[in-house]
């Protein structure tokens, strides 16, 4: 799983420095799981997500937005409350689900919207 930075997001997910309408632009769906390391929830959602990246693998892309060091990446996603949770689908505009979802709701949401 992937730390992103402002400058690995631009290129990984939405060069949002253009201005225009959001465009993906990775090569597979992602699910960016915005935390914090004093956050209890989200060390939770931790080792789901690494069984789901190795479940999906070569599937879908599995990023960790640090929300205490990625201050930037936050505001512009208007990150409220953590462990929130950005499914990007290849078409279509992001879907965020915050708490810590179980792996149920995890898969169902990969199924749902990702990988429909």
């Not at 959602?45 to 936050?74: C, F, H, M, R």
């Not at 462990?83 to 169902?108: D, R, W």
Request: hydrophobic residues 40%; aromatic residues 12%; negative net charge.
């Amino acid at each position: 799983m992937e730390h992103l930075t402002v400058e690995t997001f631009k290129e990984k997910v939405f060069n949002f420095e253009n201005g225009g309408e959001w465009k993906f632009a990775g090569d597979k769906p992602c699910i960016i799981d915005f935390y914090a390391d004093w956050c209890g929830p989200c060390k939770m959602v931790a080792p789901v997500l690494e069984e789901l990246a190795k479940e999906y693998n070569g599937k879908i892309d599995i990023y960790k937005v640090n929300t205490e060091e990625q201050q930037q990446l936050s505001q512009m996603f208007e990150i409220r409350s953590i462990p929130t949770i950005l499914f990007v689908p290849m078409e279509g505009q992001p879907q965020a689900a915050m708490g810590a979802l179980p792996k149920q709701s995890f898969e169902q949401a990969i199924n749902d919207i990702l990988l429909p």
